[in-house]
Nanobody
Framework: QLVESGGDSVQAGGSLRLSCAVSGYTDSDYCVGWFRQAPGKEREGVATITTGTGNTDYADSVKGRFTISQDGAENTVYLQMNGLKPEDTAMYYC????????????????????????RGQGTQVTVSS
């Protein structure tokens, strides 16, 4: 089960931290991350982290602004978003897959669409100019 929180409405240049509480994954190494979808746009894998190695992957559109991290003790994954832009406005979903080998944003989007990764209900991020 994946439960997201932290979405809000902010002005451009602001910051938000999204949280994803993860439960039900017994492996110590799996792929978890965030993808987003805005109305009329394709899903975009934003950031992922491989829980066993800590390896991260980011979409070019968010590199240098977003940081994904994990708190193993809390089984929570965070997405710190700084320097928010209006184009970051979207529904943000946390997703996870037991296949950690190819952990990346595009992989997580494809896996979720194929039914091999699970996602939460999403949290809305709105950035106004």
């Amino acid at each position: 089960q994946l439960v997201e929180s932290g979405g809000d409405s902010v002005q451009a240049g602001g910051s938000l931290r999204l949280s994803c509480a993860v439960s039900g994954y017994t492996d110590s190494d799996y792929c978890v991350g965030w993808f987003r979808q805005a109305p009329g746009k394709e899903r975009e894998g934003v950031a992922t982290i491989t829980t066993g190695t800590g390896n991260t992957d980011y979409a070019d559109s968010v590199k240098g602004r977003f940081t994904i991290s994990q708190d193993g003790a809390e089984n929570t994954v965070y997405l710190q978003m700084n320097g928010l832009k209006p184009e970051d406005t979207a529904m943000y979903y946390c997703a996870a897959s037991v296949n950690a080998r190819y952990c990346s944003g595009p992989y997580l989007v494809r896996a979720q669409e194929a039914g091999t990764a699970y996602r939460g209900q999403g949290t809305q991020v709105t950035v106004s100019s």
